[in-house]
């Protein structure tokens, strides 16, 4: 495969795209971003990584950190944490409270932030320190050691985190975190304000096409684990727009409100597409737009 020039036609294809839909207005650190920039690398199973555009630009990952977060919890604790959160579409927003009451307060899945703060809860227990473990792992897997937390996106989300908050102690009310919920938020907020390149990115996730070996040959999950988790990402990774995700691009993918989505074929390659401009929803317009040429280009999906 010519990752090259498969690229290039892509970005061609995607940049109408470009500068479409809005920023994450709700983070006001992530508000004033400019919507012009347009990324995508992709991490073949061999190790090597082709890019395009801004695919060396940090950018803040946000919620691609639940996919991390979700693997690292199963490398350590295997199918406990299914007690205390689902794995099925929520059909309801990211953030929504309504869903979390109606069922007792065991989210839906790890990837609504519900969920995701079990998760970091788990790992805070596990680990004594969620978001620098998250980063340290990061960090190997990309293979660039100045891959950081950005402490303006976390301080703007953590002054305006009243809903993640409010999250958090119906959570604690009904006994699923056992963590301080001050802690859990911390390290939360903190985990989605790292900042990563497309190529960072995509080497980071290799291990979920390489079927649970890294980038350095470690093992960090069983390749059980691994379909696992990109089942989880293709049904519940992309917001309530999942289906529409798996209709245009079909394959496993994790966005996040700073425009970045980690996609993955498994047994060939990792992608990350990064561009700010979000829709409705909250997928990059572009990212999406790019996934779905690539797939049709290739004809690489998991269908
Ligand atoms: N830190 C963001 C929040 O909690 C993450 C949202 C996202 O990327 O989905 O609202």
């Not at 970091?120 to 792992?137: E, K, V, W």
């Not at 809903?163 to 938020?185: E, F, H, I």
Request: proline residues 5%; glycine residues 12%.
């Amino acid at each position: 495969m010519d990752y090259q020039a498969v690229l290039e036609e892509v970005a061609a294809t995607a940049a109408p795209q470009v500068g479409r839909g809005q920023p994450a207005g709700y983070i006001p650190a992530l508000a004033g971003v400019d919507l012009g920039g347009f990324g995508m690398a992709v991490a073949d199973v061999d190790g090597s990584v082709t890019g395009v555009g801004d695919w060396q630009v940090p950018f803040s990952i946000q919620s691609v950190s639940k996919a991390f977060g979700l693997a690292l919890v199963l490398a350590r604790d295997g199918e406990s944490l299914w007690g205390r959160v689902g794995r099925e579409p929520s059909g309801t927003a990211f953030n929504s409270l309504v869903q979390l009451e109606y069922e007792n307060g065991i989210p839906r899945n790890p990837f609504i932030n519900a969920g995701a703060l079990v998760v970091t809860d788990r790992l805070q227990s596990l680990t004594g320190d969620a978001s620098t473990s998250m980063l340290d792992f990061l960090c190997t897997q990309s293979g660039n050691p100045a891959v950081s937390f950005d402490p303006q996106v976390a301080s703007s989300e953590s002054e305006h985190g009243d809903r993640n908050a409010a999250l958090a102690y119906l959570m604690a009310s009904y006994g699923n975190l056992d963590n301080p919920v001050p802690t859990v938020l911390d390290h939360y907020f903190w985990q989605c304000s790292i900042s990563m390149s497309c190529r960072d990115l995509a080497l980071a996730g290799s291990f979920l096409a390489r079927q649970g070996v890294g980038t350095d040959g470690s093992r960090l999950l069983p390749a059980r684990d691994v379909k696992r988790v990109n089942a989880v990402m293709l049904t519940c990774g992309t917001y309530d727009a999942a289906g529409d995700f798996a209709y245009r691009v079909g394959l496993p993918g994790k966005s996040g409100v700073g425009g970045g989505i980690l996609a993955v074929v498994p047994g060939r390659c990792t992608l990350c597409v990064w561009s700010p401009g979000l829709d409705l929803r909250g997928n990059s317009v572009a990212g999406v737009a790019a996934l779905d040429a690539f797939t049709s280009l290739t004809g690489w999906s998991v269908f």
